[in-house]
């Protein structure tokens, strides 16, 4: 079960910081200063996520959490770039913002129910991701 709650606070943390690529990346390009105040507020929310699983990574592991690789930033990076490149307006970059999201929900609700027997705090920070993405979604939805 040790391996299992490692690879769900790794799966957590990969998303996180997922999270906080993109929101820097399309950050970038916002123009919109009440949006660009919500991504603020979006990224901190995932930093803390970020955070709370290197503090509890700690009970499981000598090791780090695993973050996405170059490659990964570096896809996210363009695709954004590409997707952008004849519309990066508010409702444009909210979009890939929440199809994002909406990835990394659908991967945290499988997590949940593929993993019944990780310990609690395991699960309770893997339910925390998921809502936090949840409310995060309904949040964007508001600058289609």
Do not use: C
Not at 129 to 136: G, K, L
């Amino acid at each position: 079960m040790e391996n299992q709650n490692l690879n769900i606070l790794d799966e957590v943390n990969k998303g996180a910081t997922m999270g906080m690529n993109a929101i820097s990346y399309v950050s970038e390009k916002v123009t919109d200063s009440k949006f660009k105040n919500v991504l603020d507020i979006e990224y901190n929310k995932y930093k803390d996520i970020s955070n709370r699983v290197t503090d509890l990574y700690a009970n499981y592991s000598s090791k780090e959490p695993h973050e996405t690789n170059a490659m990964t930033k570096m896809m996210t990076w363009y695709g954004i770039q590409m997707k952008t490149m004849n519309d990066d307006s508010t409702s444009k970059l909210s979009e890939l913002l929440m199809q994002g999201t909406n990835m990394g929900i659908i991967e945290g609700r499988r997590l949940i129910n593929q993993n019944t027997n990780v310990s609690s705090d395991v699960k309770n920070i893997l339910h925390d991701f998921v809502t936090m993405q949840e409310d995060s979604v309904e949040t964007l939805k508001k600058y289609l």
